[in-house]
C-alpha cells in the first residue's frame, strides 16, 4: 500500500525561477489538496481537485501559481517567477471523496522550497 | 468562517505518562469534523484521530483518545503512555460540512517526551 507521494522533496531555486512539483496520490482517491505550510504555522489550503476538476482556489494563490490534474492522476503545481516569500513547505493530500465530514485527508512528505 | 485556535507552543512530558494538548474551535456551521495530525520532523502529516461533531462518543485511537466538548467548543486530544517517538508538533484541524474539502489548521504544539 503506498501513501501519496511528493516529488522533488527540496528544491532550492534562485529568485526569478519557474518551479514545478509533482504530487501522486493514493490510488482511487477521487480528491487531492495543495497546502503550502510556512515556519511556525499549520499548514495553509491552496487549491482542491475532485477528479480532473480543479473546483476551488484559495486568494493565497497568485497569478504565479498554477496546478494541474489531468486524467484525474497526479497533479503538478507550478510557481513562475518565484519570490523569496514563496519559501515554504508545499503540501499534497489526497482522499477518497466520500463527500461527508468523515473524509480523512492523507498527506504526502511535503516539498521543501527554498528560493534564493 | 472557521477558526482553530492551539495556545500551547510548546509541552513536556515524561515518557510513560499521558499529555493532554489542547484545541478550541469556532464555527457556526452545524456540522464540522475534527482532525489531529502528528507531524515529525521529517515533515509527513501524520492522521491520527477524528471527530465528527454529531458523534455521541468520544473518538479513540490506540494510545490516542480526543476529548470532545462541544458546548465549549474544544476538542483536546490524549496521548496516554507517551513514548519518545511522539516528540513532535501536532495541528488540530477543522472542516465545515458545508465546504468538505478544505482542513483549517490550528498553529500546532510541539511535543517533547523526556526519557
Known amino acids: 500500500d503506498t501513501g501519496v507521494s511528493q516529488n522533488p522533496r527540496h528544491k532550492i531555486t534562485k529568485r526569478g525561477q519557474n518551479v514545478t512539483f509533482r504530487c501522486d496520490p493514493i490510488s482511487e482517491h477521487n480528491r487531492l489538496y495543495w497546502y503550502r505550510q510556512t515556519l511556525g504555522q499549520g499548514p495553509e489550503f491552496l487549491t482542491y481537485f475532485q477528479n480532473e476538476a480543479q473546483l476551488e482556489k484559495s486568494r493565497l494563490l497568485s497569478d504565479r501559481f498554477s496546478a494541474e490534474r489531468p486524467k484525474g492522476s497526479f497533479s503538478t503545481l507550478e510557481i513562475q517567477r518565484t519570490e523569496q516569500g514563496d519559501s515554504a513547505m508545499y503540501l499534497c493530500?489526497?482522499?477518497?471523496?466520500?463527500?461527508?465530514?468523515?473524509?480523512?485527508?492523507?498527506f504526502g512528505p511535503g516539498t521543501r522550497l527554498t528560493v534564493l | 468562517a472557521q477558526k482553530i485556535t492551539q495556545t500551547q507552543p510548546g509541552m513536556f512530558v515524561q515518557e510513560k505518562e499521558a499529555v493532554t494538548l489542547d484545541c478550541t474551535y469556532d464555527t457556526s456551521d452545524p456540522s464540522y469534523g475534527l482532525f489531529w495530525y502528528k507531524q515529525p520532523s521529517s515533515g509527513e502529516m501524520i492522521f491520527l484521530i477524528y471527530?465528527?461533531?454529531?458523534?455521541?462518543q468520544n473518538a479513540t485511537e490506540g494510545r490516542y483518545s480526543l476529548n470532545f466538548q462541544k458546548a465549549r467548543k474544544s476538542a483536546n486530544l490524549v496521548i496516554s503512555a507517551s513514548q519518545l517517538g511522539d516528540s513532535a508538533m501536532y495541528f488540530c484541524a477543522m472542516r465545515n460540512g458545508g465546504s468538505n474539502y478544505k482542513l483549517t489548521f490550528g498553529k500546532g504544539t510541539l511535543l517533547t517526551v523526556n526519557p
Open positions: 471527530q465528527g461533531s454529531y458523534d455521541q
Open positions: 493530500a489526497s482522499s477518497l471523496g466520500q463527500g461527508t465530514s468523515t473524509d480523512t485527508q492523507y
